[in-house]
């Protein structure tokens, strides 16, 4: 099962080890870190907003036309932001590191 390190926006980091198939959006709400996921994952909000390191950002890929224009309304946004819900987990990504940023 991998892994997943959430960067809190206090710089404070949280290890999840989640099921394959399941989403960062899900990780992050079902621990309590503040990722709310208000959609339920339907690609039709912002709030599983996350910030992923650069080489991650290139492993995972990037948004495709639907998630950048959700991305558009994310506080924070930056160049390897990434909608949670659109990251499913798998043993390629284990130990995937995101942050959370601020004002989620």
Request: net charge negative.
């Amino acid at each position: 099962m991998p892994d997943i390190i959430f960067i809190k926006p206090d710089g404070t980091e949280e290890n999840i080890t989640v099921k394959t198939g399941e989403t960062v959006m899900e990780a992050g709400r079902d621990a309590g870190l503040g990722i709310e996921g208000t959609c339920g994952g339907s690609l039709s909000c912002a709030t599983c907003h996350v910030i992923l390191d650069m080489d991650w950002f290139i492993k995972v890929g990037v948004p495709d036309e639907d998630e950048a224009d959700m991305l558009d309304l994310a506080f924070g946004l930056t160049q390897t932001s990434r909608l949670g819900c659109q990251i499913e987990m798998s043993d390629a990504l284990n130990g995937l590191r995101v942050t959370i940023p601020e004002e989620m």
